[in-house]
């Protein structure tokens, strides 16, 4: 006698439904019963064995690996094992920087807990990862072969606890190994169980604390994880990766494979060849999801070409609704509209509150959702639930369907309708939640009509003026997310929070662009676009030029003069050296770069060029380049690590001589000519260069720093220079009359010439605004000069002397330099060297400057006497404007920083503060709830260091509970320790 186990297999593409998982003797289980008697809370390697067994059977089952993407109301059937190839992804860091390309068998050799895989929605995440548990089961893997179990689960399904989501995935129900047995058996396999958790931008956290706790506490269960999630949601999870890896744009022969595997040969070909003619259409068949759609479309109509990702869907849907039309025969126009605008508005509340499964009270009626389901429109399933769920078959139709909808209510002749959509539309009030969480919706509506563009691109200029930059929702107890979505990573300081920024506006400025190609408006709304651009900047990487640059620089050459800034980021290194074919690529600059600027009917304001990691640079490039810098009045160019950049320079600077206002190198060496060529770009406004390690050449720049009359931000970080070259870098800064920042760092050969430099810079009628000498092997008496010019410094704003050590001269030096330093009104920015009984000027300090902004005392060894003078200062009134308070290698006790708590709490535009100690301090309990709420009522607060301070986790716990608040990026700096864990294994057999 037999009995046939059901359970049910869910993938992102894929209805539920009850399937048959294998058949199996009732003595079987009877036997099992048997032996697990007396010990029902242990798995014994047998059990393990079988468990193992049934996942394998699983992902290697037809039911598993095929399956209908579209639902199966669309009759496309995908194949793992023919439609699948490997995937190239892009490793990032925490900035979101991509770092090189990967291959997947890769990725899986060089595997990180946890791993988070991010990608647009229909790039194929899901598809990725049962292929990796298929890959698993075929045991054809050498990298997955050391995983004892891997379990595939679908996060939209999650509830309950572990044991639970995973029976009801891929076990049966109930499955022979108890769950206190399970749970153990997880506990000791440790890195030998592989969970592949799909999509986590579906998922709900309360529905399954566990599961959350296995992806953001690794500590707690030791399993191995991979997580995926859409672009716009991967802040909830980029801080606890351990690697972050993006999908990369499907190949064209990833995509010919997956027509030619789906479509009959003859439509295959035909649309192959259609895609040779659309350059708009090839940009789409990099995310699989739309060749997919697009081979829906040739089953049912071989004519249609669709321009765009929203008349991809367009025609979807009405093919689907065409094509279902019989089912509703009978059934009241009026009835049949009603329900499709329904489904419209289900999408779009489901949108704004992140939901994606519906109810049939939600329908309206029985007879709305007959029209629906016939129509295709959603998919009902009931497997597993005791009333049934809808869904629309990918979240993406899903947003196009919201789309759509508000499209037709903000175009609507009915005042009611059109405010409604208004409403929804004024809903979206910042530049985080129009980057990511409401991109698509956006993107569908402005593809649907001219109009409804206009009034998207007007909204977006509005908030622009007067909305926010970041939103912030709350996930969880220590941790914080921008809108669900923001580019996130904890800032290390305020020049970091400033990049965050950066990008985000660079994305915003992106959205727009997509949007001007998706509503295909060409030059229609220009005037609506401009007031968007204007002054606004936009990015542009080599590594990819998508096609509709080329209409916005040829449609809309007004909004591209409007713009302040354009960036062009070129990298040296071939993506296919880096995935392990041979590279014959000659040239690195695309050869579509050039026409795209290369134009004499219009110039561009400012362009800045960046050169990153060029080892060697063909005559062909130099010539690209040279046409691109000629492109724009006001030209920077930044050189950074590129070795074959040696010797060329100066053919570069020679093409773009009247230009040139910016030049940044770093890391690149330079010969002689280059550095004779640098200082000949009379026209030069900031020269920055760093990590120039070379011997210095006679007649090279600093012998003629002279000739750049017109610069006036110069900077030098760790050059090599002797004594004889800051000499001779003096006499040339004689004759920089425009000079307003001067920056030197790490120049720790020039002896005591810094004394000459000192003079050169801070003599009668300087215009110095930023003076800044870090670890410059300060002296005596090059502080004594300062003091004595400081008369001439009255615009000075920045003094910032760190990493100075004065040794015994400290206290004389600083106490001298503060007495001038009152006489100084536009001074805000002040970091002070260090040496013998320097904190003796403390007092002087709080007395001249309470006016300052931003104050480093880095390695002053405040001890609690001096701490109780700075509190006394700041309670007094002093201090109120301070963003920046750096502490560090302090001497202060507990008691100490408790009575600088409350005085803390009047700095209400504290941004940064680092308390780090000298010796290990262990701060008592009460100190660390004071701070947790301090953290919690600074609404400016981005930054606090707390180094050499003993925290565990219940520490961090408090300290982190105030960082949901007011909008901001919060980063907590603390001494990593590893935590010994002194466990006994339990017994028990594995």
Known sequence: MTTTFMRTCKGDDQADGQIPYSTCTLQRVVDFYFQSVGSAKEATQHSLDLLAEDLKELYTSACFQKFHPLGEDIDILFDLETTFTDAVFWKKDTMNNRKGHVTLTKLLSEFKNPSVIEGEAGKGKTTLLKRVAALWASGECPALKKFRLVFFISLSGAKGGIYDTVCEQLLRVPYDIEKEAFKKALWKLKEEVLFLLDGYDEFKPENCPEMESLIKEKRKFKNMVVVTTRTETVKMVRNIAETVAEIGDLSEESAKVLIENVLKPELATDLLLQLKESSTMQELMKTPLFVVISCAIRMGETNIIPKTQTALFCTLYDLMVEKNRYKTQGLSDSLVLQSINNCGDLALNGIFEQQFSFSLGQLLSEQHEKVLLAAGLLNKYTSHVLNPVYQFFHKSFQEYIAGRRLHALLTSSTKVEVEKGFRYLCQIDNISDINNKYYNLLLYTCGSSKKAAKLVIQHMANIHNHGSLMGISPISDGQSVTSDNEETVDPQNLEELEKLQEMNMDRFVVCALNFFSESHSESELSADFEAFFRNKRLHISNLSIPSYLFDFFKYLPNCLEGLSLITLELFGKNISSEIGTHDKKKTFIPEQAVPLFYDWSRSVNTMQVSLKDFQTLPRKDRISLGKICSSALSLRLHITGSSGISGKLQDILKRCEQNIHELVIEATPLTLADEQQVVLMKHLKTLYISDLQTERLEGG???????????????????????????????????????????????????????????????????????????????????????????????????????????????????????????????????????????????????????????????????????????????????????????????????????????????????????????????????????????????????????????????????????TKYGREFNLRVTSEKVNEDEEDEEGEL
């Open 701 to 963: 720049f600093i012998d003629r720093l002279q000739n750049l009359q017109n610069i006036k931000k110069l900077t030098l970080n760790n050059i090599k220079m002797a004594e004889s070259d800051a000499k001779q870098l003096a006499e040339g800064m004689k004759h920089l009359k425009m000079l307003a920042v001067l920056h030197l760092s790490l120049l720790t050969g020039i002896g005591n010439c810094l004394t000459s430099v000192i003079e050169a810079a801070t003599g009668a009628g300087c215009r110095l605004e930023v003076l800044e000498l870090v670890d410059c092997c300060l002296t005596k008496e090059a502080v004594t000069v300062l003091v004595q010019n400081l008369k001439n410094l009255q615009k000075l704003q920045v003094l910032d002397l760190s990493e100075n050590h004065l040794e015994e001269y400290a206290s004389d030096c600083v106490g001298g330099l503060v007495d001038g330093l009152r006489n100084l009104p536009s001074l805000h920015t002040l970091m002070l060297p260090w040496g013998k009984n320097v904190k003796d000027c403390l007092i002087k300090l709080l007395e001249h400057l309470p006016w300052l902004r931003k104050l480093g005392l880095q390695k002053w060894g405040i001890t609690d006497e001096n701490i109780e003078l700075l509190t006394s200062s700041i309670k007094s009134g002093g201090f109120t404007d301070l963003q920046h308070l750096d502490l560090a290698d302090n001497c202060v006790s507990s008691k100490g920083w408790h009575r600088f708590l409350g005085a803390m709490q009047m700095l209400r535009r504290l941004e940064f503060v680092d308390l780090s100690s000298k010796e290990e301090l262990d701060p008592e309990p009460s100190l660390l709830r004071d701070l947790g709420k301090l953290v919690s009522d600074l609404s400016s607060l981005q930054d606090v260091g707390l180094l050499q301070w003993k925290l565990d986790e219940n520490d961090l716990m408090i300290l982190n509970k105030g960082k």
